[in-house]
Structures are given as C-alpha cells and as structure tokens.
C-alpha cells in the first residue's frame, strides 16, 4: 500500500533532510544547531516507528523495503556532507565519514546484486549497534559548540563516529564475505557432461 503508515513515516524522514541543511548552513547560532538537531531527532524517531508499525501491522511492502534503506543512506551522508562542508568534521576525522560513507555506498550494491539472485542478507545485530552509534555520534556533532560548556559534545562525537567506523568496517566485511560468497559461485566452471 502507497500510503500506508510505515511508508508515510519514512517519506517524512526524507522531507525532514533538506530543513536539516537548512539548519545547518544556517548555523552560526545555538538555535539553528538545535533546531538541525531537533529535526535529525525527529527523523531517527520516524526511522524507529515505521520499521516497528511495519512489522506489527504486518505492513511491510516492496515500496517500503525499497525507500527506508534510502532514506536512512540520504540522511547519513547529507548529514556527514554537511559537518564537512561547515568544517564541523575537519582533517583526520573525515576519514571516519568516508568509511561509512564507503561502506553504505557498497553495500547497498551488495544488496542489489543479491537481490538479483533472489539472496536476502539480514541486518546483523552488530550492524544494528553500528547504526545506533552512527546516529549518537552525528547528534552530538551537530549540536557541537552550542552545548553547554560542561559537556565536551564535539570530543564525545569524534569519538563515537571513530567507533561508528569502526563497527562499520567490522559489519561491511561481514557483508561482503556473505556477498563474495556468492560470487564466486556464480563463476565457478560448470562441468561438462
């Protein structure tokens, strides 16, 4: 169904990313980190319900297997796009939003080209962890200085999308190995009777 709940959840999530640039290019000031941050909340919370109202209603569709992974993937790397562009992720610590970057990019791919071959590749529970430090982390770096002093947000953010990367290698060579896999049997020369 088109319109069903779940699906109706994930489009908001997607209409919710440009108000979080907006916010963002804005953010020379406390309210408008707040306000991204209060937005990109709001979109991790749509992520939740339609995923839970999906199952428990039994409302799972092709439309919506197809749009959530999207959804989140856009959020992402509009999101680490963003801290980049407004210097909030400089120098080295790019590098941890390249690797998940990278990894969503491939396995995405991977997903697909199972897909083709009518293979499903579940989400692992470490892959699930992953995606929960990768939220935290953007969260605290986007609210970044406009917390309060005692709290060292940028610090706790920096060390959360290195963990973030971490758990991303670890999960996208899990996924690659199970994709490989495949592959490889895919090429494998057939015998000759």
Do not use: C
């Not at 406009?146 to 060390?159: K, L, Y």
């Amino acid at each position: 169904m088109l319109l069903s709940p779940p699906n109706i959840l994930t489009m908001i999530r997607i209409l919710v990313i440009p108000g979080i640039v907006i916010a963002m290019i804005g953010w020379q000031t406390d309210w408008a980190r707040w306000t991204a941050l209060g937005l990109f909340v709001f979109a991790g919370v749509t992520d939740f319900f339609d995923g839970y109202i999906a199952r428990r209603m039994g409302q799972v569709s092709n439309l919506g297997r197809f749009l959530d992974p999207v959804a989140d993937k856009l959020l992402v790397a509009t999101v680490i796009f963003m801290l980049v562009a407004q210097e909030d992720l400089t120098g080295i610590h790019i590098l941890p939003g390249l690797i998940i970057l990278v990894r969503e990019i491939t396995v995405s791919g991977l997903r697909e080209f199972l897909a083709g071959l009518r293979v499903s590749v579940p989400v692992t529970g470490l892959a699930k962890w992953k995606t929960t430090v990768q939220m935290v982390a953007l969260g605290f770096l986007i609210v970044g200085p406009a917390s309060p002093d005692a709290v060292p947000t940028v610090q706790i953010g920096i060390v959360l999308v290195w963990t973030a990367a971490l758990l991303t290698v670890i999960t996208g060579f899990d996924y690659l190995r199970a994709g490989l896999r495949h592959m490889i049997e895919d090429t494998k020369p057939q015998s000759a009777e």
